[in-house]
């Protein structure tokens, strides 16, 4: 293809969209490197800041947090007023950015970006060979990240919107329920919901041993170690009967053999019990996905690092993908046995299934 052939105006265009894209992606590492050395922290809490003052009250070396502000400033996360030399972060970006407790906070997300380029290689390779990369190999801010980011959506919405638009599951966690949580990472929404609920019991499942043993660690620091506990365990090997309540929060799509996992929950579920799948939002085509789900981009690069890659590390290696949408997911839990289901409840970033045995 020649220049003639080329709208020059089209090619000026998109090469300044991937200037941007690239910036942002430049600009995901000093965030990480903000969140790491604390510095939204101090100037959220210190207001307008010179380098120097940054650096005292952070205990950093003030050339290198000059240029950090610097770049911050030309991304237009912090503010530089040149008259005084100093740089301030707006409360509207603290909110989002200096702490994992704002109902608003994504600085969480970050280090998930850092750990898919660490693992690029690796990616490639696969792409190459067509096998499956296990959770365990990824990067660990993977663990941290996931942790981090999904709490914040699971605490804005789990305990006063999710769980109460599911059909009896709020009485009967008052009441003192059994709950299964597979998939439990870290083990963010076993304990919202055990310190929501103190008369219910809650198990976590997960085939990663070091997540388990930071869940356990969560559940003594939260103070529900008496109605909670983790354990490593499969999707089809716990040994769980007569459950009341078993969910899986954004981990069912990741799983090699969704199909088998359902069934196995349906036989472990009491006959009047409920199946709960979180998920990414998803429409069932692509090109309305496109148009309408906000984080589809980061999803659908999360689902080609981390989801795709598990799922065919496992027998079956059914790869749902992080966007299979609700008809999809239908499918399996049809296939599974299940006599009803229906979406419950939905944000911008989730979907709630419920089905019954």
Sequence with gaps: MTTAALDMQKVGAFAQQVGGVLASGATTAMMVVGDRAGFYAALAAGGASTPEQLARRTGTA????REWLSQQAAAGIVAFDPSEGSFILPPEHAAVLASDDSPAAMIGAAPLISGMHRRIDQLVDAFRSGAGIPWSDQDPATFESTERFFRVGYRNNLVSEWIPALSDVHD????????VDVGCGRGAPVLLMAEAYPKSQFVGYDAHPPSIETATARAVEAGVSDR???QTGHCHGYPDTGVDIITFFDAFHDLG????AAAHARRALAPDGTLVLVEPLAADDLATTLATVPMAAIGYAASTFMCTPNSLSQPVGLALGAHAGETRLREVLDEAGYRSVRRAAENDFNMVLEAKP
């Design 62 to 65: 003030e050339r290198y947090v």
């Design 172 to 179: 009967k966690l008052e009441a003192g329920a059994t709950v």
């Design 228 to 230: 909670v506990r983790f």
């Design 257 to 260: 053999d969704p199909v088998g």
